[in-house]
């Protein structure tokens, strides 16, 4: 499975931003997507995930504020990220895998850049 993310800016505190992750391949092996996110100096960490029936699960960090939806028709995941903070500044991954679980042993993306400034 192929993974493209798209949508990743510099954004002012407060703002909002639409993530993208386009899957191609062998993509009948999907079932769950996610979001995990690195800092700089930081380990790389889940943000949210989706199963293929639409259970989700996000960090506290972010709860109330990024939402994760999918586009099974598309093969699209998306993240909506509001009220951004600058601690949400990170290159931001797209993940898929089998299951929740197994996202993390499955197949990432290169990463897209989200900037919020102070």
């Known amino acids: 499975v192929q993974l493209l993310e798209s949508g990743g800016s510099l954004v002012q505190s407060g703002g909002s931003l639409r993530l993208s992750c386009a899957a191609s391949g062998s993509i009948f092996s999907i079932a769950a997507m996610g979001w995990y996110r690195q800092a700089p100096g930081k380990e790389r960490e889940l943000v949210a995930v989706?199963?293929?029936?639409?259970?989700?699960y996000y960090a506290d960090s972010v709860k109330g504020r990024f939402t994760i939806s999918r586009d099974n028709a598309k093969n699209t995941l998306y993240l909506q990220m509001n009220s951004l903070k600058p601690w949400d500044t990170a290159i931001y991954y797209c993940a898929a895998g089998g299951t929740i679980a197994t996202i993390r042993k499955g197949s990432w993306g290169q990463g897209t850049q989200v900037t919020v400034s102070s």
């Open positions: 989706i199963s293929s029936g639409g259970s989700t």
